[in-house]
């Protein structure tokens, strides 16, 4: 997402935004590969790390009742995060077999597009691609761009000027 584009009064708002996305997609990487729960490592990042390390806290400090909404969101939202998330998959991949740091993005990049109806969904999809480039030099940051605008425009038709499936879970 280019922010010079934004507005002076916006650039803080989404810089910590931004910040927030980055330390939630690391803290449910972090939460899959150790089963910490989610209030557990939310409380680790915003009284250890926020301010301490340069790669969370490179573009300031994070918005931490964002960074909260997404960590905590994500496991309590995870078969419908997931079922979602696979509905946009082709149909010989299956989410348990990509990189965990990809399924960590993904996931967190669902629960915005499925409960967080403040944020526009072109803006999730920039964010979380720019993520993936922050992680990967490949191929990678192209599926999240094509697995996160199927979703996009499933769960936020409207918004692309279409109407959405009938199939769509709504939470």
């Keep these: ?9 916006n650039r803080p708002a ?14 449910i990487y972090q939460m899959e590969l150790t089963g910490t729960d989610a209030e557990e490592v939310a409380l680790e990042f915003t009284e ?19 960074f ?19 509905k946009c998959l082709s149909a010989d991949w299956k989410l348990n077999r990509i990189d965990s ?7 967190a990049a669902a629960f915005e597009l499925i409960d967080r109806k403040d944020v526009p969904a072109k803006v999730v999809i920039d964010e979380y691609v720019d993520i993936a480039h922050a992680f990967f030099q490949g191929d990678e ?4 761009n094509a ?10 038709a409207p ?6 499936p009938d199939d769509e879970l709504q939470f």
């Design 48 to 66: 250890h790390r926020f301010g301490k390390e340069a790669e969370i806290s490179l573009g300031g400090m994070p918005d931490e009742e964002f």
């Design 14 to 27: 989404s810089a910590a935004r931004r910040a927030a996305r980055l330390a939630a997609v690391q803290a």
């Design 101 to 107: 740091i990809l399924r960590a993005i993904l996931r």
């Design 1 to 9: 997402m280019n922010t010079a584009s934004q507005s002076p009064e």
């Design 68 to 86: 909260g909404a997404v960590v905590r969101g994500v496991p309590h939202h995870q078969v419908e995060i997931d079922r979602s998330v696979a």
């Design 159 to 164: 918004e692309f000027g279409e109407t959405p």
């Design 141 to 144: 940051p192209s599926f999240v």
């Design 147 to 156: 697995a996160l605008d199927k979703l996009a425009r499933r769960k936020r």
